[in-house]
């Protein structure tokens, strides 16, 4: 079973802070993807990684995936309140389909005006 | 092009009785789920289905929930009969059946069980 652990659980900060949060496994992924959800909304794409070492940037989100392709990180620069929300991992198998994807239980993050 | 849909958005029922979830997923998508997400905690994978096959259920518990997906395309979620502890927000999501791709959820079903 591939677990992905993700840290820290919960995280308020306040408008304008920078942070990062962490997507870490023992087993190896062919990809992983971000997701955000907002309260009463099912979880959204912002990103999918796939090479080891990648990193992609979306406006103030910048994303990384580990080297050996078993760990991700998240970091927002200058948080606003519309950061808020329930930030997921995913990760697709190594060496078979994307189509099983294992989720990190999230980070709650909140971010205060 | 319309996104996930499932139906009701939310439910209450009282313990015992039978509740049923509905989804139909994007045209096309070969590959659906339903997940079980609790209050502040990630999706937790019941069933995937690969057309109208199940081909991981291992999550599912199978005494009292059962999902069926008859033509490959919009699927169902039956829990009979219901617990206080099934309460928690019923996600279904699917994906085209490519490396890497995005899964596109619906915007779930709440389910209170009084």
């Known amino acids: 079973t591939q677990l992905l652990e993700q840290s820290p659980q919960f995280l308020s900060i306040q408008e304008g802070e920078n942070l990062t949060v962490y997507c870490n496994s023992s087993s190896v992924f062919s990809s992983l993807q971000w997701y955000r959800q907002e309260p009463g909304e099912g979880p959204v794409l912002l990103v999918t990684v796939v090479t080891g070492g990648e990193v992609k940037k979306l406006k103030r989100l910048t994303f990384q995936f580990g080297d050996a392709r078993k760990d991700s990180s998240l970091h927002i620069t200058a948080a606003q309140p519309g950061d808020t929300g329930l930030y997921l991992c995913a990760g697709g198998p190594s060496g078979g389909s994307n189509y099983k994807l294992t989720f990190g239980k999230g980070t709650l993050l909140t971010v205060n005006p | 092009e319309a996104g996930v849909v499932q139906s009701p958005r939310y439910k209450i029922i009282e313990k015992k009785q039978p509740v049923a979830f509905w989804c139909n997923p994007i045209s096309g998508h070969n590959t659906l789920y339903w997940y079980r997400q609790n209050l502040g905690q990630g999706p937790e994978l019941l069933i995937r289905y690969e057309n109208e096959e199940a081909v991981d259920d291992s999550q599912l518990p199978k005494d009292r929930f059962s999902a069926e997906r008859l033509k490959g395309v919009d699927s169902t979620l039956k829990i009979q009969p219901a617990e206080l502890g099934d309460s928690a927000v019923y996600l279904c999501?699917?994906?085209?059946?490519?490396?890497?791709?995005?899964?596109?959820f619906g915007q779930g079903t709440r389910l209170t069980v009084v």
């Open positions: 999501a699917s994906t085209a059946r490519t490396l890497n791709t995005e899964a596109f």
